[in-house]
């Protein structure tokens, strides 16, 4: 599976951006996510979404302001992100798993890795 990020940006805080991860080859992903990098700090999870779309996961930072979505049929990943603040400035990577997933809030229970998009929250 090979997944590309787009929709990266800078944006006024308060602002809106909505990021995409298109997936391409074998694309079946049972969970797919979205986590973030900040200069200087650790990858964190930003949110994950299961296959059928029922299920979701958020971190508390982003609750209420952040949602995820996938079409399936198109093979994308979307994350909507509105009121966007200068804390939420990092480079934004979407990932994948296989067909079983442990913890949906740690990095490395993701096969798959897109090369990340930069979103610059301006105060």
């Known amino acids: 599976v090979q997944l590309q990020a787009s929709g990266g940006g800078l944006v006024q805080a308060g602002g809106s951006l909505r990021l995409s991860c298109s997936a391409s080859?074998?694309?079946?992903?049972?969970?797919m996510g979205w986590f973030r990098q900040a200069p200087g700090k650790e990858r964190e999870f930003v949110c994950a979404?299961?296959?059928?779309?029922?299920?979701?996961r958020y971190a508390d930072s982003v609750k209420g302001r952040f949602t995820i979505s996938r079409d399936n049929a198109k093979n994308t990943l979307y994350l909507q992100m509105n009121s966007l603040k200068p804390e939420d400035t990092a480079v934004y990577y979407c990932a994948g798993s296989g067909p079983e997933i442990g913890n949906w809030y740690t990095a490395r229970s993701y096969d798959y890795w897109g090369q990340g998009t930069l979103v610059t929250v301006s105060s």
């Open positions: 080859g074998r694309t079946f992903s049972y969970v």
């Open positions: 979404i299961s296959w059928s779309g029922s299920s979701t």
